[in-house]
């Protein structure tokens, strides 16, 4: 599947490993690009425990899946891979990774940016910061870049 | 068939409501669903909306059976 949620932590990286191994013909991809997103400890100057990400099951998925077909529509892609995190989440995991694989650089890099950028307008997820003093805030904007 | 009605996140707890269900009656628009769904509550200023899954705007039209959504910007990745 190109598009999964992920509600316990993973390692991006054997994902995309074993998701290449599985999907991709030997030899016909000469680019792989991936982007990998993960929770920091700090945001807005404040120290942040835990992080909850919320989404909506459906349209979520949908929706994930159009962007992906977008970008095949946009770039000469052999294929593309979106994994997010659902539920609470820690420091250091990962949140995000868009992968791209094509036969030449430049899709591979422009395709696994839009991704990231079309996710980040269009899926529905909502990450809620629970502080240091344990109180709770919604993140209300992405940051611009 | 009713339309049901879907509220996320911050929106969810600040109406305090996450899913209703409404007969469809005299709903013509996403915008007559929030009016009913929320008693009139004002709409907060970026709300987005979708029926059955697509991002739509407020005027959108809707009928029996349709998923209607509410809820503020998306904050993923």
């Known amino acids: 599947m190109r598009v999964r949620l992920m509600p316990a932590p993973y390692d991006p990286w054997s994902e995309l490993a074993a998701y290449e191994a599985k999907h991709l013909d030997t030899g016909a991809h000469g680019a792989c690009c991936a982007f990998s997103g993960s929770m920091r400890d700090f945001n807005q100057g404040d120290t942040v425990d835990t992080m909850t990400l919320e989404h909506y099951p459906g349209m979520t998925e949908k929706q994930l899946e159009a962007i992906i077909d977008d970008a095949m529509a946009e770039w000469p892609l052999l294929d593309a891979l979106i994994l997010h995190r659902v539920g609470e989440i820690t420091p250091g995991e990962t949140i995000v990774l868009t992968a791209c694989w094509s036969a030449h650089r430049a899709a591979a890099f422009d395709a696994c940016r839009f991704l990231m950028e079309a996710l980040k307008t269009r899926a529905p997820f909502w990450k809620k910061e629970t502080l240091a003093d344990q109180s709770e805030r919604w993140v209300d904007s992405n940051t611009p870049g | ?77």
Do not use: Y
């Open chain 2, 1 to 77: 068939m009713p339309i049901s009605v879907k509220f996320f996140a911050s929106l969810k707890e600040s109406l305090g409501v996450s899913e209703t269900t409404l007969d469809d009656g005299d709903l013509q628009s996403v915008g007559d669903v929030w009016q009913r769904a929320t008693s009139d509550a004002p709409a907060p200023t970026n709300l987005l909306c979708a029926v059955n899954h697509e991002h739509v705007d407020w005027d959108h039209p809707v009928s029996a059976g349709d998923e209607v959504a509410f809820f503020p910007p998306v904050t993923g990745g």
